[in-house]
C-alpha cells in the first residue's frame, strides 16, 4: 500500500500545471496506454516524493532529470529517492533532460524492454 501524503497535493498539481518541456514531450508519448497498454501518471505522490511519472503496474516510475541533478548533494538525494521507491517494490528509470528529446527511441525503447521483463513470470 502506498502512502499518500495530502500536504503534497498541492505541489503535485502546480508540477502538473508548469511540467518543463522535456516533460511535456514525455507525456505526449507515455500517456494514454500508447507503451504496451501501461497507464502512467504524471506528479504523482509517494511518501514523501513527489515523482515525475508513474505506473502502478508495472510498478514503475520514470524520472527526468535536469542538470542539477549531477551535482554532488542532488546525486545523494536522488539515490536516497531512489532507495525509498525501490524498497516499495518499484523499477526507477531515470534519464537526463536531453537524451529524453535527442534520444527518444533508445529512450523508449528502455522504458518498453523494461515494462516486458516486469510482465514477464521469473522462470526458476
Not at 500500500?1 to 502538473?16: A, E, G, H
Request: charged share 25%; aromatic share 12%; glycine share 6%.
Amino acid at each position: 500500500m502506498l502512502t499518500y501524503n495530502p500536504n503534497l497535493k498541492p505541489f503535485s498539481q502546480n508540477l502538473r500545471t508548469n511540467m518543463t518541456p522535456q516533460e511535456i514531450f514525455l507525456w505526449r508519448r507515455i500517456s494514454c496506454k500508447q507503451i504496451e497498454g501501461v497507464q502512467f501518471y504524471r506528479q504523482k505522490p509517494i511518501g514523501p516524493y513527489i515523482v515525475d511519472f508513474y505506473a502502478k503496474r508495472p510498478k514503475l516510475i520514470i524520472e527526468l532529470d535536469g542538470g542539477q541533478h549531477f551535482e554532488d548533494v542532488h546525486i545523494q538525494k536522488d539515490q536516497d529517492r531512489d532507495s525509498y521507491l525501490s524498497e516499495l517494490g518499484f523499477v526507477v528509470l531515470r534519464f537526463d533532460n536531453h537524451s529524453v528529446v535527442k534520444n527518444w527511441n533508445g529512450v523508449g525503447k528502455v522504458i518498453v524492454d523494461t515494462i516486458l521483463r516486469k510482465k514477464m513470470p521469473i522462470l526458476r
